[in-house]
């Protein structure tokens, strides 16, 4: 990935929860696999801290 560097501490700042970001893209991965009236799912941003991910806007179509 390319925010790899960001992710793991970048110029002295703590590293992020990087298996928080796992965990929130597995679970993504899970809710368009068994939620088949999902078209699309858009996270921007998707802040990362010490311990969590968190969604700060995000959109969600639907099927049509």
Known sequence: LRI???IAGYRG??????DALIDTVMRL???L????DIAEIE???LALTKTD????DA???ETT
């Open 43 to 45: 996270i921007n941003p």
């Open 53 to 56: 991910a968190i969604a700060l």
């Open 29 to 31: 991965q899970s809710m």
């Open 59 to 61: 959109l969600l179509r």
């Open 4 to 6: 790899a560097k960001l």
């Open 33 to 36: 696999t068994e939620t088949p």
């Open 13 to 18: 700042q703590a590293p992020a929860a990087r």
